[in-house]
C-alpha cells in the first residue's frame, strides 16, 4: 500500500476528501493505518459546504447514493470510512471489470453505473452467491443488453 497515491481534493475546514478507492482506504482503516499518500487534484476550501458539494457533483467527483443505488442528499454522506456501506452490487462490478468483463474508462465511478445495470438484471439475493453472480454478470457485461 506505499504506492498507492489516493486521489483527494481539500474541501471545507480544509478538511481532505478522496475521490477514488475507497475499498482500499477502508481497508486501511480497518488495519489501524494513520496516513496515506494524496494526490490533490484541487484546493476547494474557500468554497462552503453546500458549494463544494455541488461542485463535486458536478465534476462526477462524487457519487451521493446509498448501497442499493439510490441517489441521497449531500447531508447523508457518510462523515467517516467506517459509516461507508458496502453495496454487494459495486462489489460485483469490480469482479466483472478484474475479470475482463468490461474496460475500466478514465471516468468515475463507472463501476457504479454496472452496478446498477447488474441490480436491474438480477435478483438482489443473486449477489449473495458470488460464483454464480459473477458468471451471470460477466454473461450480462457481453449481452446487448441495455
Known sequence: MRNELFPAVIGPKKTYY???????????VQEK???VAVGVAKDLSHLKPASFWIFLDHFSWVHP???KGRRRPFDDMPDTFEQ????????????VL????????????????????????????????PGKALSKARRLAKSKAE
Open 18 to 28: 478522496i475521490l477514488d478507492h475507497h475499498h482500499a482506504a477502508v481497508a486501511l
Open 33 to 35: 493505518s494513520d496516513r
Open 65 to 67: 447514493y446509498d448501497d
Open 84 to 95: 461507508l456501506k458496502d453495496d454487494p452490487f459495486r462489489s460485483l462490478a469490480a469482479d
Open 98 to 129: 478484474e475479470a475482463g468483463g468490461f474496460a475500466k474508462p478514465d471516468e468515475p465511478y463507472v463501476e457504479f453505473l454496472w452496478a446498477n445495470f447488474f441490480r436491474d438484471e438480477m435478483a438482489a439475493k443473486s449477489a449473495d452467491h
